[in-house]
């Protein structure tokens, strides 16, 4: 038996880098796999496979079936509420159920925050974290009607934040704050669908791919394939007491991120007053550590 024989999976953006990645070491995990992907260019543009007439997404079908696998197409856009709703029936309707749900879809607009326009933040934080938000919402209503019904099911969502949103980037405002978003988001999610049998995680992974190409030296960033056994196991149902963490990944070497937490703390026992305040936090902040450095600082 493989790690995830009979499990159904949903991976969004999967025609390339990590989500290829993602959707090829499921199904070789023995998980029947749709496999999305809106198949757009970095600048947003639709495309298709270099030189192939397919579609990315059903390139990576073409890749599983040649191993054997089950897989199917799906070129939802993942932020459009019904056409997220739809990807999660098609799971449903093709594979007789849903398992697993990989939010991996997204894309980059680096620019400085006092040169990032109004139409690059909202297209990044749309296709992010609402991105994450639309699928996971109709597969936990799913899952939560599975539930109630007495058929519950083993599911695992496994979202996609960055160190990005996690430490912050310089020149990356709108995509930090999305991939923060996206760290908050998994904390409730897993509270909140613990009761029907769910585990929210995400991983934060560290890869060469057409997002961090030609941002910087990419020469010695792990390959996108480094991240997805992990992601293979966070999916199986061994996994099963794993839930509202947030996983770095780089190459073979995996870091549980530790994220917002109470520092020290002073009660006055009254309001303060403003001249009392900075003497006061400035004793804080000398007894807290120090924040991770900012990437690009």
Avoid: C
């Avoid at 990315?56 to 197409?73: M, Y």
């Avoid at 509202?244 to 780089?250: F, K, L, M, S």
């Avoid at 917002?260 to 936090?281: I, Q, T, Y």
């Amino acid at each position: 038996m493989t790690l995830l024989e009979g499990r159904v999976a949903i991976v969004t953006g999967a025609g390339r880098g990590i989500g290829r990645a993602h959707a090829l070491e499921l199904a070789r995990q023995g998980a029947a796999v749709v496999v999305n992907d809106y198949g757009v260019s970095l600048a947003g543009q639709r495309d298709g496979a270099e030189g192939t007439g397919e579609t990315p997404a059903e390139s990576v079908v073409a890749e599983i079936e040649a191993l054997g696998g089950r897989a199917v197409v799906n070129t939802a856009d993942v932020a459009d509420f019904e056409q997220a709703a739809a990807m999660v029936r098609q799971a449903i309707d093709t594979f007789g159920g849903l398992d697993i749900l990989v939010n991996n879809a997204g894309f980059v607009r680096d620019r400085m925050l006092v040169n990032t326009s109004e139409e690059e933040w909202d297209a990044v934080i749309r296709v992010h974290l609402k991105g994450h938000f639309a699928p996971l919402r109709h597969a936990g209503a799913y899952w939560r009607s599975e539930a109630k019904e007495g058929r519950p099911r083993a599911a695992r969502v496994i979202n996609t934040s960055s160190g990005a949103g996690l430490q912050g980037s310089v020149g990356q405002a709108t995509y930090s704050a999305a991939k923060a978003g996206i760290a908050g988001l998994t904390l409730v999610a897993a509270q909140e669908m613990g009761r029907y049998g769910v585990t929210v995680n995400a991983i934060a992974p560290v890869a060469r791919t057409r997002m961090t190409e030609g941002a910087f030296d990419t020469s010695a960033m792990a390959l996108p394939e480094d991240n997805s056994p992990i992601v293979a196991w966070l999916a199986s149902e061994e996994a099963g007491d794993v839930t509202g963490r947030v996983i770095e990944i780089d190459g073979g070497q995996i870091t549980v991120e530790s994220g917002w937490a109470h520092g020290p703390a002073h009660d006055l026992g009254r309001r303060w007053e403003a001249a009392e305040v900075g003497p006061a936090l400035r004793d804080l902040l000398a007894a807290a550590p120090a924040p991770e450095p900012v990437y690009g600082a």
